[in-house]
């Protein structure tokens, strides 16, 4: 196969677009589809401090390597949510990964923060841990962007997520996350950050390509909780319509921010309060949080 | 002549006989194409190539995450 730009040897092959890349072309592509991000939301400019979530996986060091060869003024924020080895080797992954490029990285220690690590946290909640994570991982992003005077936070979320969280709202017609959902969540409170997900137009495997061929050191594991996650299950949904369908992820979702999110977000209108607690913001009187550390010191 | 397959997640290795394209390959695995970067050597190779003769071949997933 030869690629679609300068006909030499192709490495990798995107059926929704029709084209296939060498290395070089595919990182020049990749770069300017974050460029299109970036832009066509309006997500940070090149003056403003931008904090970078970082897990250690290809998503995020990802986009924390297109963000650094752009010269943006980024700093890492990795958050050890104390999952065993895994922890433990993703946060070695994003510290080499920062030293080598000179880069700043905070460390979160989610058992600090909530009381116990992810583990305890599961075993407190009946939430599925996935959704304590989820939202212990929010909080603590805008909680330490906040403190460290950063306005915007940046997470390595794809296509695929994307699609993936859209499906789920979908399929159960929520009605509030599908009036939330963007790649750009402006700050609607002077204690919420805004939330940028620049990759939002890049596949999957097209971000596991760019790190593929970057060179870079993601850890590549799973998450041991992740097994039999919901959005797994809908990620291999959408991507067996892929595979007869090239572009369906695509067309799904961006049609959904163009036509869909319009009218959820003309129908939601939710009044934001402080914590009566810690006073960050949440909808009702004590936040989510707060409430899942309660019942961590509960089950303690 | 066979292909030496390495999969990941769990981290096992399957032997394929005989020569076949890539994309001829996944589907013998059942394993979809939008959900692995296909690596021989230091090289990702794309679904037309032809694989062979001792060749050692990694399915590097490429789906991530949890969020329930």
């Known amino acids: 196969m030869k690629c679609t730009k300068c006909g030499s040897h192709a490495v990798l092959q ?68 104390g999952i065993f080895d895994y922890s433990k080797e993703s946060r070695a992954k994003c510290e080499a990964f920062a030293a080598r490029r000179g880069a700043p990285l905070l460390i979160v220690s989610v058992a600090e923060e909530v009381g116990a690590a992810i583990p305890e946290v599961q075993a407190a909640t009946r939430r599925p841990t996935c959704s304590a994570c989820g939202l212990s991982k929010r909080y603590l992003m805008n909680k330490a962007a906040l403190e460290q005077g950063f306005g915007v936070v940046a997470t ?28 750009a969540l402006p700050s609607t409170h002077p204690k919420l950050v805004r939330r940028v997900k620049p990759l939002y137009r890049l596949s999957e495997r097209e971000t596991a390509a760019y790190a593929f061929l970057r060179k870079i050191d993601y850890i590549v594991e799973e998450c041991p909780f992740a097994k039999g996650a919901t959005s797994l299950m809908h990620k291999e949904i959408l991507n067996r319509l892929e595979d007869v369908s090239p ?15 319009p ?4 129908a939601a209108d939710v009044a934001l309060n402080e914590c009566a607690r810690c006073g960050q913001v949440t909808t009702g009187t004590l936040c989510a949080f707060c409430k899942l550390a309660d019942q961590v010191k509960r089950a303690r | 002549m066979t292909v030496r397959v390495i999969l990941r997640n769990p981290r096992r ?19 979809l194409p939008e959900t692995v970067l296909v690596i021989r050597g230091d090289e990702m190779i794309t679904a037309d190539t032809v694989v062979g003769d001792e060749d050692v071949i990694e399915l590097r997933p490429v789906i991530s995450g949890g969020r329930a």
């Open chain 1, 14 to 81: 995107l059926r929704r677009h029709n084209a296939a890349f060498c290395a070089p072309d595919f990182i020049d592509f990749f770069r300017r589809q974050v460029g299109e991000a970036v832009r066509r939301h309006r997500m940070f400019t090149r003056e403003e401090p931008l904090l970078v979530a970082v897990s250690g996986g290809k998503d995020s060091l990802g986009l924390w390597d297109v963000l650094l060869q752009e010269g943006y003024a980024t700093t890492g924020l990795y958050l050890d949510l």
């Open chain 1, 247 to 261: 572009g369906a992820k695509h067309n799904f979702l961006f049609g959904f921010l163009e036509k869909g999110r």
């Open chain 1, 156 to 183: 390595g979320h794809n296509l695929d997520d994307e699609a993936a969280t859209l499906f789920g709202s979908v399929l159960h017609w929520q009605t509030e996350p599908l009036a939330r959902q963007s790649p």
């Open chain 2, 13 to 31: 290795e399957v032997e394929v006989a005989g020569r076949r394209r890539v994309r001829d390959l996944l589907k013998d695995l059942d394993i």
């Open chain 1, 263 to 266: 009218a959820f977000e003309r």
